[in-house]
């Protein structure tokens, strides 16, 4: 899938049949209170790759390799924590699954808008843009 912004990104089809070894998510923190859905998660494969799922800013789904960043500050506007125990969120009962399956699916002149990734025990994990927010819920 090609976003006219960020390009095509990372095949996400490399996922298949490798086990999901390690998950790690960022999330902005200000005033004491975390955003209700990480910013970026990384997951990272039983063949040591790293795979980077975002969101653009014209609201695309990034697939990307990339390793996870540092947690930074932002002074005023917070800060941005980075780990893997930072909260809940869908993909986070799948590690040490293997992922049986990716789906991906475009929106016009958009690029990718949506990714599912599909493990052996048949359950199935949706990555998508909502209203510019990275939203990883559990696809029926």
């Known amino acids: 899938m090609h976003c006219p912004l960020h390009?095509?990104?990372t095949d996400p089809a490399r996922l298949v049949g490798r086990t999901i070894r390690r998950i790690v998510a960022s999330w902005h923190v200000c005033e004491g209170e975390r955003s209700?859905?990480?910013?970026?998660?990384?997951?990272?494969?039983?063949?040591?790759?790293?795979?980077?799922?975002?969101?653009g800013s014209d609201r695309c789904l990034?697939?990307?390799?990339?390793?996870?960043?540092?947690?930074?500050?932002?002074?005023?506007?917070?800060?941005?924590?980075?780990?893997?125990?930072?909260?809940?969120?869908?993909?986070?009962?799948?590690?040490?699954?293997n992922v049986a399956g990716v789906a991906e699916f475009?929106?016009?002149?958009?690029?990718r808008?949506?990714?599912?990734?599909?493990?052996?025990?048949?359950?199935r994990v949706r990555a998508d843009c909502w209203h510019g927010d990275l939203r990883l819920t559990r696809a029926r």
């Open 7 to 9: 390009g095509a990104g």
């Open 36 to 55: 209700e859905a990480p910013l970026d998660v990384w997951l990272i494969d039983s063949e040591g790759d790293s795979t980077r799922i975002s969101t």
């Open 62 to 97: 990034i697939v990307e390799s990339a390793a996870p960043h540092e947690p930074y500050d932002m002074g005023e506007w917070g800060r941005i924590d980075v780990g893997e125990d930072l909260g809940d969120h869908a993909l986070l009962p799948h590690v040490g699954a």
């Open 106 to 111: 475009a929106a016009p002149g958009a690029g």
């Open 113 to 123: 808008a949506r990714l599912e990734l599909s493990f052996d025990d048949g359950a």
